[in-house]
């Protein structure tokens, strides 16, 4: 230890005070002066006394500790690479640091010399040297470096179409993962973002940005509300002498066509403001009966089946849609796609088509009458049987693939002894969900022939005679194989007319058929319907059990016998919880569900009407009528709340329920359709569209597209 002057000094002076030092020593018996005193500070030998500051050794002087090093910025959370500074106070002839965690020294770690970049979550411990001072302590700093949370544009909000939201970060090289189902994004979570993200339904997304050394980012979310319209699918015929009108114009359809020119369309709607958004046309320019259209229904992608009939004039070549169709045959099946109508695939054959239908997978099913007694068939209807002696008009089922072709994945059919070529049989309509596939038709056969082949699907139910002079049938078939599950029967008196099918969401079917007279039989179906007059029309609908087919209720309407004209049947929809919307023309003097819906019993001309019957029984919940004489409903289809009727008027302006509709007065026999929303007390009109081509124009079918 090095001691000051002033603390030798002051020392010193203690120890004499306190008789440490004293100018002799003795005692009585050494005879040693014992009176001696103790010396002052003047009596000092000069040579004792405490040296100066002055006469200190500078080599044992005390080394101050430099400063740790600062470091700037400041240690903490950051969104992007950093450029950090170390500085010590007193300044620093060396900064060492090390960013591995090590303790930094002189002989440990990298020499600072300009500024580190922090390009990643990173400590940084640094200590400075300086000469003449001892070594400073080791400073440390955290740096975090985390990705810049997603950005997603456009934000979050509501939409009336699809939007592409493209997800970017401003973090460079980060990878953004993503998620849709509200699920956590994180770095082995969710969709890589590789481009712009469509989002065509309500949801919210969840975006992560990450990179390989940095924290992963906060998770961004955005609620998007999308609200996509419906659209209407509208098939028919038109005939027209002048410029297009209402949802036909700006199509490209012929605006000045022959009176002898029939052409068939199919038109897709924005159901919301019933503006086209494409339409396709094909016919015979010169031909009055080159085509007609027996259905449409919508696939799950959103693109669509279309079938009917089609004839060659032989002084005219096809134009449009129809162009591609061999002339060899007469009916035709054909998916268009829903983003702009072109002609994806399309099937023919030489047989009637009573009407198609599309599974959820896509699959298509073509349902229809043939002559077993006849030759070989042509196209997808070459595997039936032919040249079969005796045998009357059969029944056929044929399911094509999604992707066309003319070789069905299987079919069934069946007919019966009735010989020649009259229409004693024919499949009228067909249904299916993902469980099976429904078809329905008319029996006018005596008794069912076996194929030795494939066998008969009516026998194969059961169904082995008729009652009556026609009957109706259902039966239902495994979509897989085509193998028949059930079958069921409804006994006519004297005919059977139009018979439409639907099913319910929970997959009851539904049918309604028009017949005249009804004798009683054990496993009827229309047991209890009303019965009409000889030779008049009647209506009834059935809602049967998916299980087994049998009737869970039924309704029926009716006729005086001073009214053999009777009602017409029209298209029947089932809305999402069950209820039937059942649609048709009336006549004076009903009786049964037309009038128990609170319509007028005698409305003193042929009227429309829409009514409709509740799931669980059956009952008429409400009815609406109009328009009059020519305004025949013909089309039907719905989602969600909404329901969409299409039909024809002519020449006047419109009636009944249509006057809401505001339509313009057609200008010959002009096209309608209309969307129905629950008013309260009831189905009413909230808007409504028209089109026509200052001619005559039917609508036959039409169909829905949902969101």
Not at 3 to 29: E, I
Not at 403 to 416: D, I, N, R
């Amino acid at each position: 230890m090095v001691f000051t002057r002033f603390f030798m000094k002051t020392t010193l002076v203690a120890l004499l005070a306190t008789g440490w030092f004293v100018a002799g020593c003795g005692d009585d018996s050494t005879g040693n002066d014992t009176d001696a005193e103790v010396q002052s500070d003047a009596d000092l030998n000069t040579d004792a006394e405490v040296q100066s500051d002055a006469d200190l050794n500078t080599d044992a002087e005390v080394l101050d500790t430099l400063s740790a090093p600062t470091l700037t910025p400041a240690p903490g959370l950051y969104f992007a690479d950093q450029a950090v500074t170390l500085a010590c106070a007193e300044g620093a002839d060396e900064i060492w640091y090390t960013t591995d965690g090590s303790t930094p020294s002189t002989t440990n770690g990298t020499l600072y010399s300009a500024s580190v970049a922090i390009t990643e979550t990173t400590t940084i411990r640094a200590m400075g040297t300086k000469s003449g001072w001892l070594d400073s302590l080791v400073t440390d700093g955290a740096y975090e470096i985390k990705a810049a949370t997603p950005i997603m544009t456009p934000a979050g909000g509501n939409y009336s179409g699809t939007q592409t939201v493209t997800i970017t970060t401003t973090t460079p090289a980060a990878e953004i993962r993503f998620t849709t189902d509200g699920s956590t994004p994180d770095s082995t979570t969710g969709t890589v973002c590789s481009g712009p993200v469509s989002v065509d339904q309500s949801l919210t997304l969840r975006a992560i940005a990450y990179k390989a050394g940095l924290t992963d980012s906060d998770v961004a979310d955005e609620d998007y509300v999308i609200t996509l319209p419906n659209y209407l699918y509208v098939g028919g015929t038109y005939m027209g002498t002048g410029a297009n009108l209402g949802f036909f114009s700006g199509l490209g359809f012929p605006d000045t066509v022959g009176v002898d020119t029939t052409y068939v369309y199919v038109v897709k709607v924005d159901a919301t403001t019933g503006i086209p958004v494409w339409g396709v046309y094909g016919g015979v320019p010169g031909d009055d009966n080159s085509g007609s259209l027996a259905d449409i229904d919508v696939d799950g992608n959103g693109d669509i089946v279309v079938s009917g009939r089609y004839s060659v004039n032989t002084s005219g070549a096809f134009e449009g849609f129809l162009v591609s169709l061999p002339a060899a045959g007469s009916r035709f099946v054909m998916k268009l796609s829903g983003l702009d109508g072109s002609v994806m695939w399309s099937s023919t054959t030489d047989l009637s088509i009573g009407g198609t239908c599309v599974d959820p997978a896509g699959d298509v099913y073509v349902v229809g009458s043939y002559f077993p007694s006849q030759s070989a068939k042509t196209g997808y209807a070459s595997v039936l049987p032919s040249n079969v002696s005796g045998a009357g008009t059969g029944s056929y089922v044929i399911k094509l693939p999604s992707t066309g072709g003319s070789t069905p994945l299987w079919f069934e059919q069946a007919y019966g002894n009735t010989g020649g070529t009259s229409y004693s049989q024919s499949a009228r309509s067909c249904r299916a969900n993902a469980n099976a596939v429904y078809v329905a038709g008319y029996n006018g056969t005596t008794t069912q022939l076996v194929d030795p082949t494939d066998g008969n699907f009516l026998m194969d139910v059961g169904v082995t005679t008729k009652h009556g002079a026609s009957e109706l049938y259902l039966v239902r078939l495994d979509p897989t194989t085509g193998t028949p599950q059930w079958g069921a029967i409804g006994h006519g008196g004297n005919f059977m007319t139009r018979i439409e099918l639907a099913l319910s969401g929970a997959g009851d079917p539904y049918v309604q058929i028009g017949y005249g007279g009804l004798p009683a039989g054990a496993d009827n179906i229309l047991t209890g319907a009303l019965q009409g007059p000889s030779g008049s029309y009647a209506s009834a609908v059935v809602r049967l059990s998916a299980t087994d087919g049998s009737a869970v209720w039924l309704q029926s309407s009716t006729l005086p016998l001073t009214d053999v004209y009777g009602n017409t049947q029209g298209p029947l929809w089932i809305d999402s919880t069950g209820n039937a919307i059942v649609t048709g023309d009336y006549r004076d003097g009903q009786t049964g569900f037309i009038v128990d819906a609170g319509l007028p019993a005698n409305p003193g001309v042929k009227t429309s009407f829409i009514v409709g019957l509740a799931a669980a029984d059956g009952t008429p919940d409400w009815g609406v009528a109009g328009p009059a004489t020519e305004g025949q409903i013909r089309g039907i289809s719905g989602v969600g709340a909404s329901v969409y009727v299409a039909g024809g008027y002519s020449n006047v302006p419109a009636t009944g329920f249509l006057v809401n509709a505001s339509l313009p007065t057609p200008t010959g026999s002009d096209i309608w359709a209309c969307e129905m929303t629950d008013s309260g007390s009831g189905m009413a009109i909230s808007q409504g569209y028209s089109a026509g081509a200052s001619g005559w124009d039917s609508v036959y079918v039409i169909a829905v597209q949902a969101p």
